[in-house]
Antibody, heavy 120, light 107 residues
Framework: EVQLLESGGGLVQPGGSLRLSCAASGFTFSNYAMTWVRQAPGKGLEWVSAINNGGGSAYYADSVKGRFTISRDNSKNILYLQMNNLRAEDTALYYC?????????????WGQGTLVTVSS | EIVLTQSPATLSLSPGDRATLSCRASQSVRIFLTWYQHKPGQSPRLLIYDASNRATGIPARFSGGGSGTDFTLTISSLEPEDFAVYYCLQRSEWPWTFGQGTKVEIK
C-alpha cells in the first residue's frame, strides 16, 4: 500500500524558513515523479512544485520560484520542500503527491498534508 | 501562466441528477487536462487524466471531454459520495495551474 507522510509544518514568522518532508513507502520511490500541492485556508488547490524521478529536473509555481526548493533523497525515500523567505500568503496545508512514472500531473496517491502557518 | 476558469462556482443538485462541470483555459492546453475530486478533511482524488481517461478505480459515471481550451467533467447520475469540490489542472505548460474549483452541493 502506498503511503505518503508529510512532516515539518508549523508556525514560522514572515521571512523565516521551514523544510517539509514527505516519507514514502509501499512503492519504488525512485521510479516516480513527485509533487507538492497546497491549499490555503478557505481556498482552492494550488500546485507548488514538481520533481522528476531522478531529481534532476524541478519545476515551480511563479508564486514560489526563487524561494522554495524541491529535492528528493531516493536512498531514503524522502521528498523535501525547502521554503525560505516565507510570507503570510504561504500559509496553507501542504500535500505531497505521487505522480505516475513521468512528470504527468496524474497524482494517484496523496499524503494527509502538513500545516504551515506564517504569522508574527 | 495559463489560467483555468471553472464554472459554475457552485452546482446545487440532487442525487441521481446529471452534473456538468466546465473548465476553460486562457490558451490551448491540447488534451493535457486532469480532474480531481476533493472532499473536506480528505486528500484529493484523481478522476480523469488527459481530458478523457478515467483513472484506475473511477466509476464509469464520471467522464471527461474536450480539447484545446474547453473541457467538461460529467457525472451522469450523482451518488451521495460525489458531493465534493472538483478541480481541473493543466499540464500543457509550466507552471502547472489549477482552476479555482466547482463545488457540487446537495440541493
Amino acid at each position: 500500500e502506498v503511503q505518503l507522510l508529510e512532516s515539518g509544518g508549523g508556525l514560522v514568522q514572515p521571512g523565516g524558513s521551514l523544510r517539509l518532508s514527505c516519507a514514502a513507502s509501499g512503492f519504488t520511490f525512485s521510479n516516480y515523479a513527485m509533487t507538492w500541492v497546497r491549499q490555503a485556508p478557505g481556498k482552492g488547490l494550488e500546485w507548488v512544485s514538481a520533481i522528476n524521478n531522478g531529481g534532476g529536473s524541478a519545476y515551480y509555481a511563479d508564486s514560489v520560484k526563487g524561494r522554495f526548493t524541491i529535492s528528493r533523497d531516493n536512498s531514503k525515500n524522502i521528498l523535501y520542500l525547502q521554503m525560505n523567505n516565507l510570507r503570510a500568503e504561504d500559509t496553507a496545508l501542504y500535500y505531497c503527491a505521487k505522480d505516475v512514472i513521468a512528470v504527468a500531473a496524474q497524482f494517484d496517491s496523496w499524503g494527509q498534508g502538513t500545516l504551515v502557518t506564517v504569522s508574527s | 501562466e495559463i489560467v483555468l476558469t471553472q464554472s459554475p462556482a457552485t452546482l446545487s443538485l440532487s442525487p441521481g441528477d446529471r452534473a456538468t462541470l466546465s473548465c476553460r483555459a486562457s490558451q490551448s492546453v491540447r488534451i493535457f487536462l486532469t480532474w480531481y475530486q476533493h472532499k473536506p478533511g480528505q486528500s484529493p482524488r484523481l478522476l480523469i487524466y488527459d481530458a478523457s481517461n478515467r483513472a484506475t478505480g473511477i466509476p464509469a459515471r464520471f467522464s471527461g471531454g474536450g480539447s484545446g481550451t474547453d473541457f467538461t467533467l460529467t457525472i451522469s447520475s450523482l451518488e451521495p459520495e460525489d458531493f465534493a469540490v472538483y478541480y481541473c489542472l493543466q499540464r500543457s505548460e509550466w507552471p502547472w495551474t489549477f482552476g479555482q474549483g466547482t463545488k457540487v452541493e446537495i440541493k
